[in-house]
């Protein structure tokens, strides 16, 4: 068993040498817990801010809102094979595609982060499931995504997530040292 390294702010070190899915899952639950730290101990003011004359729109609340339907996309319906929990599965999409990120303007901070916490359960679990797989390479294990037009591998979600949390981190940084002047990473 190998021990893991907690930095000063939390957040869980990747294995140094590890296997490919732990390092992957490792740089993975860093970049989670980097937007966890970057939300940390904010009210609904500082969820809601945004950048000042940005068209987006863009909060730390809806960053935290849309990687949980992220993470319920890829790890839940792709991954798992498994329909839209809520709150997803009972959103007008054709209504409001940006249905996250203009939601979480109206949600409570707590109720914020656990749609999140609970997003990140389900995708830790569903990641060991099709980990375990009886395949000869489970990373390699392709499912259907994109309305069966394409099937992506177990790797390519993790490899994609990785990316897509840290290029939302990097909003994240900047919206919080708007909020309160925090900064690092």
């Known amino acids: 068993m190998s021990d ?8 869980p070190e990747p294995p140094l040498a590890a296997g490919e899915a732990a390092t992957l899952a490792g740089f993975l ?12 101990d904010l009210e609904a003011d500082g969820l809601r801010l945004s950048l000042p004359g940005h068209p987006s729109g863009l909060t730390l609340g809806g960053l ?20 839209m929990p809520a ?3 009972t959103v ?22 656990q749609i999140w916490v609970r997003s990140v359960e389900r995708s830790r679990a569903a990641l060991t499931e099709a980990l375990a797989a009886d395949v000869a390479d489970p990373l390699g294990s392709t499912h ?5 037009q394409a099937e992506v591998s177990v790797r390519w979600v993790l490899a994609h997530m990785v990316e897509e949390y840290a290029r939302h981190n990097g909003h994240a940084d900047v919206l919080r040292e708007l909020v309160d002047g925090q900064t690092g990473e």
């Open 29 to 40: 639950d860093y970049q989670r817990a980097t937007l966890e730290w970057k939300t940390r």
């Open 92 to 113: 007008d999409w054709p209504a409001d595609e940006d249905w996250e990120w203009s939601s979480a303007a109206d949600d409570d901070p707590a109720a914020l982060r």
């Open 64 to 83: 935290l809102k849309h990687l949980a339907w992220v993470e319920d996309h890829w790890f839940t319906q792709v991954l798992s094979h498994a329909p």
């Open 144 to 148: 259907p995504a994109w309305g069966g």
């Open 87 to 89: 709150p997803w599965d």
């Open 4 to 11: 893991i390294t907690i930095d000063d702010v939390g957040r």
